[in-house]
């Protein structure tokens, strides 16, 4: 993008915006009358100053962009600064990190950090934090997203650990949860999408400073949710809000949730409340972890106490429970599975104890019927283009003081592996990630 103004005969300022790729970032052009400093801002690592003067400066210096075939847009206006031309003043006032399509082409390749696993496996185990190169000038329909926030879902340490052999390939990238800012653009992305925050989904890659995607992976996020309230708004509260759409129709009084503790059973939790249901948790029993506000549960089983699974079978009630969320598994899950109504829906969405349900579970004929809930089947429906009315009614619960997750731990990208190896079993609250320190 290349801003220059010059001083009019009447006194105002006229500017011309284009936004283009000269070089290696958005240069900003201002000159008087015999010369032009051109400077592009300090990026991060892409900063180049260069300079430029003459006679008729700016019709030189947009010919020359439109030789290169990257003039974006031409924009003409009056008064104000670059902060002006931004729909969003906090958070696009500058352009954030003014870069084209080009700003990440033509420059030598520059190194940025990134949480790397090398091979499957624990995460403890393979993560490093190191310097990979950066990302290549984004393509047809692509970005580049300067990472602002992430966190460490579990679905992240199954991925390393290398259960979706078919799908996962090694060295990667972690991180499925995240929130940044639009960089820089490729050809047939909306010029208005330059510093945009966004939750980029579609892919693992969080973990890093700059990610590459396809802009349709791109969910736009309300300016008025901060980013460690936005980092948390894909995993857990989108399969919430979903789960609990779906299965709990009217008419569904008794539920079970499983690892009722965990982020995801507060949202359960909190969702099931507003249809006037209280359901039995089940928990480990970890020492130092209760649910987030006991009123919102009939009943929490916790399953290293003796007698646990006559508690839970009286907690439930003699016919059953209409639906039963489990994304623990094993031995667990299938005591769950067997408490559920025979006209029920047995829910299962994770396998946090690693152990697959039991095979009665898909072979008992009287049972519940088992639903295998696959959030990335439905967000990868149709190449992402739903992605903006999926998140509307979680955007706005987030907006409403619902839905939110606790922070615990509060780390930069460089300290990520000796945190995950050290970190203590049965803390309270998520790791959030700076990943610029």
Same mark, same amino acid.
């Not at 600064?81 to 990190?97: K, N």
């Not at 696959?374 to 903006?388: A, C, E, F, N, Y």
């Given at each position: ?7 009019? *005969?009447?006194?105002?300022?006229? @500017?011309?915006?284009?936004?283009? @790729? ?97 091979? *499957? ?70 010029? /208005? ?10 892919? /693992? ?73 209280? *359901? ?57 599975? /067997? ?15 690693? /152990? ?31 992605? *903006? ?14 839905? @939110? ?33």
């Amino acid at each position: 993008m290349i801003s220059s103004s010059r001083q009019r *005969p009447d006194g105002g300022l006229g @500017h011309v915006v284009a936004a283009g @790729h000269v070089g290696q970032a958005l240069v900003v052009a201002q000159y008087g009358q015999d010369e032009a400093v051109a400077r592009i801002p300090p990026s991060n690592r892409y900063a180049r100053p260069c300079r430029l003067g003459g006679e008729g400066f700016v019709r030189r210096l947009l010919c020359l962009t439109l030789n290169l075939g990257v003039c974006a847009f031409v924009r003409c206006h009056r008064t104000g600064s670059v902060r002006d031309t931004s729909p969003s003043q906090e958070h696009r006032a500058t352009l954030r990190r003014m870069g084209g399509a080009d700003a990440f082409r033509g420059r030598e390749v520059v190194q940025v950090l990134a949480a790397v696993a090398d091979s *499957p496996g624990r995460l403890a185990d393979v993560l490093t934090i190191r310097d990979v190169d950066g990302p290549a000038a984004p393509g047809e329909g692509e970005v580049v997203v300067r990472m602002l926030a992430a966190t460490v879902n579990p679905s992240d340490e199954v991925t390393i650990s290398g259960a979706y052999g078919s799908r996962t390939s090694f060295p990667m990238v972690p991180g499925f949860e995240g929130v940044g800012a639009i960089d820089a653009i490729g050809p047939g992305v909306p010029a /208005a999408a330059l510093g945009r925050r966004v939750l980029p989904l579609g892919s /693992a890659g969080n973990w890093q400073q700059y990610k590459r995607l396809g802009y349709a992976w791109c969910v736009p996020v309300p300016d008025d949710l901060p980013d460690e309230v936005a980092c948390f708004a894909y995993i857990n509260p989108l399969t919430a809000t979903l789960m609990v759409d779906r299965f709990c129709r009217p008419g569904v009084r008794d539920v079970v949730v499983t690892a009722a503790t965990s982020a995801i059973g507060r949202h359960l939790a909190e969702l099931l409340a507003d249809r006037g249901v209280t *359901p039995v948790g089940v928990v480990r029993g970890t020492p130092g972890r209760g649910v987030a506000d006991p009123s919102r549960w009939r009943a929490v089983v916790a399953t290293n106490e003796p007698g646990w699974r006559e508690r839970l079978r009286a907690a439930v009630g003699p016919r059953g429970a209409d639906v039963t969320f489990d994304c623990v598994g094993g031995g667990v899950g299938g005591e769950a599975f /067997a408490l559920t109504a025979g006209h029920g829906a047995f829910v299962h969405y994770g396998l946090l104890s690693g /152990a697959p349900l039991p095979a009665a579970c898909f072979t008992d004929g009287n049972g519940a019927r088992v639903e295998l809930f696959r959030l990335r089947d439905i967000v990868h429906k149709d190449g992402g283009q739903h992605l *903006p009315g999926l998140f509307a009614p979680v955007f706005d619960n987030l907006r409403r003081g619902r839905l @939110h997750t606790a922070v615990g731990t509060r780390i930069g990208l460089g300290a990520l592996a000796d945190h995950v190896t050290r970190r203590a079993a049965g803390r309270a609250g998520k790791i959030l990630i700076d990943p610029q320190r």
